[in-house]
């Protein structure tokens, strides 16, 4: 009887280990993926910011905003005093004309 039970507790322990090594090994490849499509939406959102910036620096806020409007981006579109907001890209103006994309 003695032997049953030691019997059955090892094999739930033993299954329970498998299964959290299984897990450990799972969120950890999936860590490193999200991990690299981070990297990798950084670095785009970099090369689009110069970009942006190198085509539409000079340009003054209305011409832009009416761009972005153009596309269909009004409801990612935020206005506030020298500054204008595509999402989390923040275009900075100064006397009307842009500076700086952030």
Same mark, same amino acid.
């Given at each position: 009887?003695?032997?049953?039970?030691?019997?059955?507790?090892?094999?739930? !322990?033993?299954? !329970? %280990?498998?299964?959290?090594?299984?897990? +450990?090994? #799972?969120?950890?490849?999936?860590? &490193?993926?999200? $991990?690299?499509?981070?990297? %990798?939406?950084? =670095? #785009? +959102? !970099?090369?689009?910011? &110069? *970009? *942006?910036? @190198?085509? +539409?620096? @000079?340009?003054?806020?209305?011409?832009?905003?009416?761009?972005?409007?153009g596309? $269909? +981006? =009004? #409801?990612?579109?935020l206005?506030? %005093? %020298? &500054?204008?907001?595509? @999402? =989390?890209?923040?275009?900075?103006? =100064? #006397? @009307?004309?842009?500076?700086d994309?952030?």
């Amino acid at each position: 009887m003695k032997f049953k039970i030691i019997l059955i507790i090892l094999i739930i !322990s033993l299954l !329970s %280990n498998v299964f959290l090594l299984y897990n +450990l090994i #799972d969120r950890s490849i999936s860590l &490193a993926y999200s $991990g690299q499509s981070v990297d %990798n939406y950084s =670095n #785009d +959102l !970099s090369l689009l910011t &110069a *970009v *942006v910036k @190198g085509e +539409l620096k @000079g340009k003054d806020k209305k011409y832009i905003q009416q761009q972005l409007m153009g596309e $269909g +981006l =009004n #409801d990612s579109l935020l206005i506030k %005093n %020298n &500054a204008m907001y595509l @999402g =989390n890209t923040e275009f900075i103006f =100064n #006397d @009307g004309i842009l500076i700086d994309v952030k």
